[in-house]
């Protein structure tokens, strides 16, 4: 993945703390991507409330064509702009 991602093995790696994601409200959802042959389509009356909403937006996020499956790859979805104060979760 590094000649991919990071520059040809130039790049940094990251690394985060799931808990503290899930802590202070950064992080909404993580998951293994599934690789597939087939990329997943969003249909306008799956989207009927925020529940199916999210579930949909998640199955497209993380859903990667079959040809990277040797990355074995996780993600993560960021809450952008609803973190919580550190007295909040103390």
């Not at 503290?20 to 249909?43: A, K, Q, R, W």
Request: glycine content about 4%.
């Amino acid at each position: 993945m590094w000649s991919h991602y990071a520059d040809k093995h130039h790049g940094v790696c990251y690394i985060f703390d799931e808990l503290e994601l899930v802590m202070y409200g950064l992080c909404s959802s993580f998951n293994d991507v599934t690789y597939s042959n087939h990329f997943p389509s969003i249909y306008k009356d799956h989207l009927s409330t925020e529940t199916n909403f999210k579930r949909e937006l998640n199955r497209v996020v993380f859903t990667k064509s079959l040809n990277w499956a040797y990355e074995k790859e996780y993600r993560i979805t960021l809450n952008a702009g609803k973190e919580k104060k550190l007295e909040e979760v103390a």
